[in-house]
């Protein structure tokens, strides 16, 4: 619209010019049509400004940025709370009282001086960097997710959830605090498993006939320690071993989709996922063996 306001005072202009040939005025006519052309850019950027500022974008850079950077992924100073999934579990209420009040041994401050407007704004903001705009839903029951852990699922038997479980595989009670429910369910369904480091079987027979059938926790040059299931270590030297007979199959079922329902997957992953302490700093972990 300001073009064609500015076609049509030119217009009129430059035809008053050519009535009185006046060389002062062609000067004047290139200099307005200048002035609009300026006015016409300026108009045509602002129209396309984005119509929704996101007003928690600065009070997050001034107040949250130095420790978990302008994208949230975290520094030496402080955790990835962009990316991370205890993060992103969160509701807008916990997340709130967070900033408000700090997490004491943890290192995050409390921030008083921010008013409830402010803090909302930087829990919106974040969650853009978070790359959506409300809390994260799982799906299932984790009461009962629970049930099928120390359950159906036979999970207990090899890991531990806060102290109750088996000793045979890795502690679980964290495990979700780094992963999100996806993740989660991918590894418990994944097949076919290779085990990882620590958690390899093997059948060993000694030099005096003994038979030992366990995990070999670790190996050097010279000596092997083993974990029978009955939860006793065997620190053996090389030249004590007749044989040892790798099994390549993994402690971990490769049969979870056929063992659970997509129902019974759901709740067990919920429950995996409302495990870790939202109060506790998470540390990220190598997730590939962590189930066997």
Known sequence: MLFIRCDRMLAALMLRIRKVRCPFGIFVVLLLWQLCFSQANRSSSSEQAPKTALPGRSTFNSTCAPCHGLDGRGSDKAVNIAANARAQRLSDAELANIISNGLPETGMP?????????????????????????????????????????????????????????????????????????????????????????????????????????LIRNEDNFSIQLQTKDGNFYLLRKTEIQSCENVDASLMPSNYRERLTDSELDDLVSYLMKTPDPNKAATPTKKKDDFE
Do not use: M, W
């Open 110 to 214: 409390a921030f008083h001086t921010l008013n409830a407007t402010q803090v909302r704004a930087i829990v919106a903001y974040l969650r853009t960097l978070q790359g959506r705009g409300e809390a994260h839903t799982v799906r299932g029951d984790p009461k009962h997710g629970r049930e099928i852990f120390f359950g159906k699922g036979d999970c207990s038997a090899c890991h531990t959830i806060a102290g109750e479980g088996g000793f045979l595989g890795p502690d679980l009670t964290e495990y979700a605090a780094t992963s999100s429910a996806d993740g989660v369910r991918s590894e418990i369904v994944r097949s076919p498993r290779t085990p990882g480091h620590g958690y390899r079987q093997a059948v060993i027979t000694t030099v005096k006939g003994d038979r030992l059938e366990g």
